[in-house]
């Protein structure tokens, strides 16, 4: 395709629409052409963002996947209108994901072009710039509904990301990517912090006599002690099976020495009318910060050495790290 078509082309996109032959003629000599098949990806969400498209023909969709694995679309573009530009305003990665729903050829405009552009011609830059702008405000005007709703499914979502669906608790993944920040928070109120690891007691062995279903049930009434007998501002996270994980934010050894006692005694309490005779006990190891663990890592090894030893001291029993 000649110089002369691409000018041609971006004369028709609204973007360029206010440029002059000449400027036009001087952004068709950089600009690349792309062509892709149908069901091709153009860019998947997490790329770098540093194209924006042109369909000069056939179109794309633009989705993300939610949680449940499933595609939710955000957008479709056809020819003559352009996509990939907020990566390149906001010098971001992708949010999305774009994949072609027929055969399509575009014209490419990369971040490079616009800050060559800028330096050389500004002037046609602030063209670029202000249609560019006008048109996104439009597009989200136009869809203000739906980027409502979205804001609404983004934060269920997020919600669903890091709770575990059978207690409704925090999974792993919460631990993963918050328990830093609540360390780093303690250290700087100068507070304390304790981090509990909990095992329910040779629950291997409950799980071949009483059967999966039923330790289901262990475990959701497992949590809903745990509700029960800690504060409103602990943190409780299912980490896997039967493994669960404490956060008591601003509690010392003593405070946490007698949470996780209560927690032990209400465990060797708990009935369930299908095994009258089932008694539960469990075993808690927990450190403490800044007192008798000084970092991230230091809580998590010394939380779990503590676990060990009230393992090997007879299980029915909470053990701290001093």
């Excluded at 924006?52 to 479709?76: A, Q, R, T």
């Excluded at 010098?91 to 552009?117: N, Q």
């Excluded at 099976?241 to 946490?256: H, K, M, Q, R, V």
Aim: charged share 30%.
């Amino acid at each position: 395709m000649s110089n002369i078509d691409n000018a041609s082309i971006l004369k028709s996109v609204p973007i360029f629409s206010e440029l002059s032959e000449k400027e036009l003629d001087i952004i068709a000599s950089e600009i690349k052409r792309k062509e892709f098949k149908t069901g091709e990806l153009v860019f998947k969400e997490g790329d770098p963002g540093d194209e924006m498209y042109i369909v000069v023909d056939g179109g794309v969709s633009i989705f993300i996947i939610d949680n449940d694995g499933e595609e939710v679309i955000l957008s479709k573009i056809m020819k003559g209108n352009f996509f990939g530009e907020m990566s390149i305003i906001e010098r971001a990665s992708r949010s999305a994901t774009c994949r072609v729903i027929e055969d399509s050829v575009f014209l490419v405009f990369r971040e490079d072009d616009l800050i060559k552009i800028a330096r050389f011609m500004p002037e046609c830059a602030v063209k670029i710039m202000n249609k560019m702008l006008s048109i996104i405000v439009e597009r989200l005007m136009n869809v203000g509904a739906f980027v409502a709703q979205m804001v609404q499914w983004s934060a269920e979502s997020r919600k669903r990301a890091i709770t575990d669906t059978a207690t409704g608790l925090f999974n792993r993944r919460y631990l993963e990517e918050f328990f830093d920040g609540l360390v780093n928070k303690a250290k700087a109120e100068r507070s304390s912090l304790t981090l509990a690891m909990f095992d329910l007691d040779r629950f291997g062995e409950l799980n071949a006599k009483y059967g999966q279903e039923f330790c289901d049930k262990i475990i959701v009434a497992s949590a809903q002690l745990f509700r029960d007998t800690f504060d409103p501002e602990d943190i409780l996270v299912r980490y896997g099976g039967d493994e669960f994980l404490f956060i008591f934010p601003n509690t010392d050894y003593t405070s946490a020495k007698s949470k996780c006692d209560s927690l032990c005694r209400a465990m060797r309490e708990l009935r369930f009318q299908e095994h009258e005779e089932l008694r539960l006990t469990c075993s808690i190891g927990f450190a403490t910060f800044p007192d008798y663990a000084s970092t991230v890592d230091e809580l998590k090894d010394r939380s779990d050495k503590a676990l060990y030893r009230a393992k090997e001291e007879g299980r029915d029993r909470a053990v701290g790290f001093t």
